[in-house]
DNA sequence: CCACGCCTTTACGTTAGCGTCAAACAACTG
DNA sequence: CAGTTGTTTGACGCTAACGTAAAGGCGTGG
């Protein structure tokens, strides 16, 4: 347990998760200097593993959800608290994004239902047009 | 049926609005100038009714939401489409809205999840200590 | 009358999140 | 060996969404 196999360990270059996900390279090194993600390097070149590739899989998700880069970089934070954090303040954090996310979800049920009842409203119209 | 109660009409400053939502009068402004409200004036000073502070609440939705203030738009004329409108483009980009939002909604419930796991393992570690 | 508070417009400043060259090096390919 | 492809680090550009003065109009109260 916990040991590492380097062979399930691949490597990606910047252009492949780039394809992957469809962003820019630029955007990716932009991730790196805001310390989002921090690849290794090989020469200069940099070279991205599995972990690498999860935290953006996350980053984006962050995005879709409208967070700033600066709200997913705490909310990756969460993640590695994994060992040597205070607990409490842990589940303290963890809470808190909690309470945001359960407004968001709220309000993203209000708007869904709004828009059912638009077009339950303009189905009305055409059939008693 | 459709007619409007002059008395329920109620008016609102900027200021009004502004203290009851906790943003900027210049936040209010910059909204009508992209044309997301339009209150009517009386000389130069804007006058605000149910309608506009109606949108006011879906402007801050959205904004919580994540969306920018180009999105809001094409939402908030979502619902003035009420008449004179092509019925099947509205369904249309109402639907287009709605896969946006389950999409977000996905995303949403599955950080949810993994920050319930994240507290969950936060608090066993605590336990086996 | 004059200060005070609230309103207006105009305009420049700021932060985030990249896009878009530019210049340079590394590896492969014909 | 020249050319193509992929990488790097700057550095400047750009849009969105306001913040922040600056300068002035309108009404009210002392």
């Avoid at 390097?41 to 590739?53: E, K, N, P, S, W």
């Amino acid at each position: 347990m916990n040991r590492i196999d380097p062979e399930t360990a691949e490597l990606y270059s910047i252009a492949d998760l780039a394809r992957e996900f469809g962003i820019s390279t630029r955007a990716i090194r932009f991730y790196e200097s805001k310390g989002l993600i921090s690849p290794e390097r090989l020469g200069a070149t940099r070279v991205f593993r599995r972990r690498d590739r999860a935290r953006l899989i996350l980053i984006l998700r962050g995005k879709r959800l409208g967070f700033s880069l600066r709200d997913i970089s705490d909310y990756l934070a969460l993640y590695d608290a994994d060992r040597g954090q205070q607990v409490n303040l842990l589940t303290e954090k963890v809470d808190e994004r909690l309470q945001l996310l359960e407004q968001q979800l709220a309000d993203l049920q209000t708007t869904i239902a709004e828009l059912h009842e638009i077009r339950k409203l303009a189905r009305e119209r055409v059939v008693s047009s």
